[in-house]
């Protein structure tokens, strides 16, 4: 009973200081547009450099999706709506997989870079000089995330539907323009915002966790690497935690 009391308060505290370090994020973003070099090269990490896996992610994912959503519909002669399988994408394959891509990439070696300068002493030396850590190291980052993520999930999105549209051809003879015809009938606009908006969240969840791990970091090498993987872990715990939350919020409105 007392290690379950010690966990609870424990979870307490970290989500307090997980909210603060976010908060302190969001209020020195104006420095991290100020000090524009700082933000354009995390845009560019996490945009620019996350292009081909997350092109190939979603390539196979409208393949995969399409192949087995095909073997369905072939069974009841409905082959005709194998477009409404983008709608998986839309809602959940694109946001949820392109933010565990990120996590693994991005939220990784925000926590690796920052858990270093922290053993080092660099974040240490910055305080010294007058320069906040979190408005130096963790807007930029949050920032850039925040950016970056929609635009990479409507990028995997687009990949996915080129590669389901294909398969489509392939295995149950539906042309490209049926496949993106019942594709359109059926998408609204709402759905679309709502993979956008969990694209933003999941943004901030992965730079915010990857932040707070590092600057946690204690314990030299071993640090890094624990610091590491358990940015990596709570990251993706957080992100389904969050879709669920945030579909229930959007689906109710």
């Not at 969001?26 to 996350?50: D, P, T, W």
């Not at 959503?69 to 409404?84: A, C, T, V, W």
């Not at 240490?124 to 408005?135: F, H, I, R, T, W």
């Amino acid at each position: 009973m007392l290690k379950l009391v010690e966990g609870a308060r424990d979870a307490c505290l970290t989500a307090h200081d997980v909210g603060v370090l976010a908060w302190d994020s969001v209020r020195h973003a104006g420095y991290a547009v100020r000090r524009h070099k700082l933000l354009f090269r995390q845009l560019f990490e996490v945009g620019n450099s996350s292009l081909l896996i997350v092109g190939v992610f979603g390539l196979f994912v409208g393949l995969i999706l399409v192949l087995y959503g095909g073997d369905q519909l072939s069974r009841f002669n409905q082959e005709k709506y194998i477009g409404l399988t983008g709608l998986a994408v839309v809602w959940e394959f694109g946001p949820v997989f392109t933010a565990f891509i990120l996590a693994g990439r991005i939220g990784s070696a925000y926590a690796a870079e920052i858990g270093t300068m922290k053993v080092s002493e660099e974040i240490d030396a910055l305080q010294v000089m007058g320069v906040k850590p979190e408005a130096y190291l963790a807007a930029p980052r949050l920032l850039a995330c925040a950016l970056m993520l929609p635009a990479l999930v409507v990028y995997a999105d687009f990949a996915a539907m080129m590669g389901g549209a294909g398969m489509a051809w392939v295995s149950v003879r539906v042309a490209p323009s049926e496949f993106f015809r019942v594709f359109f009938q059926y998408l609204e606009f709402k759905e679309m915002a709502r993979s956008l908006i969990k694209a933003v969240v999941f943004g901030g969840i992965i730079a915010v966790t990857g932040c707070y791990h590092g600057f946690r970091t204690t314990g030299g090498a071993e640090g890094v690497g624990k610091s590491t993987t358990a940015s990596v872990v709570h990251s993706l715990l957080a992100i389904l935690v969050a879709d669920y939350f945030i579909s229930r919020i959007l689906l109710a409105l």
